[in-house]
T-cell receptor, first 111, second 116 residues
Framework: NAGVTQTPKFQVLKTGQSMTLQCAQDMNHNSMYWYRQDPGMGLRLIYYSASEGTTDKGEVPNGYNVSRLNKREFSLRLESAAPSQTSVYFC??????????FGNGTRLTVT | AQSVTQLGSHVSVSEGALVLLRCNYSSSVPPYLFWYVQYPNQGLQLLLKYTSAATLVKGINGFEAEFKKSETSFHLTKPSAHMSDAAEYFCAVSPYSGGGADGLTFGKGTHLIIQP
């Protein structure tokens, strides 16, 4: 059982480049989330999807877009990367009334 | 609105000593509270959660936490620290029992250091 799988694990971008972070879960969870983790800031919610076909902004959505491709997959896109988006990105999923399950993260550096 | 404050960004204890990681919350509705652990280069794992069934909650790896409404606290403890407990610990709050649909509000984390 793979749980929550994120790709890639590491990425280096130049300012202005675009990329998509991929996330897939095999637990048949309805809800999926994207968080970013920065030193001293904890985890902050970027976007979430309560169910297939719906997405909503979290605490720090600016500069990001998301797509809930199907029940399994939830992608995060940076259209024009900025150094302020250097971070570790975590995808998570959950069933209603169950705790969040996290992937192992994508470490992104924007130069 | 809800928030979490973790007191101490770094906590250092000796192996075998008591571990105490502090968490205070603010919530306009009865809260559900969680502790997650993050080992180096990994995602977060659930340690334990409070869902109003009992104020003392036991989790994995010998950790437990006590919900104190009067103090708005949910401190994490372990009687005897082990080297393998070295990690980042996050307290989180939600108005929902599972933490969804709009996710959890996390504290900034406490890095636990175990001295040999």
């Amino acid at each position: 059982n793979a749980g929550v799988t994120q790709t890639p694990k590491f990425q280096v971008l130049k300012t202005g480049q675009s990329m998509t972070l991929q996330c897939a879960q095999d637990m048949n969870h309805n809800s999926m989330y994207w968080y970013r983790q920065d030193p001293g800031m904890g985890l902050r919610l970027i976007y979430y999807s309560a169910s297939e076909g719906t997405t909503d902004k979290g605490e720090v959505p600016n500069g990001y877009n998301v797509s809930r491709l199907n029940k399994r997959e939830f992608s995060l896109r940076l259209e024009s990367a900025a150094p302020s988006q250097t971070s570790v990105y975590f995808c998570a999923s959950s069933r209603r009334d169950s705790p969040l399950h996290f992937g192992n993260g994508t470490r992104l550096t924007v130069t | 609105a809800q928030s979490v404050t973790q007191l101490g960004s770094h906590v250092s204890v000796s192996e075998g000593a008591l571990v105490l990681l502090r968490c205070n919350y603010s919530s306009s509705v009865p809260p559900y509270l969680f502790w997650y652990v993050q080992y180096p280069n990994q995602g977060l794992q659930l340690l334990l959660k409070y869902t109003s069934a009992a104020t003392l909650v036991k989790g994995i790896n010998g950790f437990e936490a006590e919900f104190k409404k009067s103090e708005t606290s949910f401190h994490l403890t372990k009687p005897s620290a082990h080297m393998s407990d070295a990690a980042e610990y996050f307290c989180a709050v939600s108005p929902y029992s599972g933490g969804g649909a709009d996710g959890l509000t996390f504290g900034k984390g406490t890095h636990l250091i175990i001295q040999p």
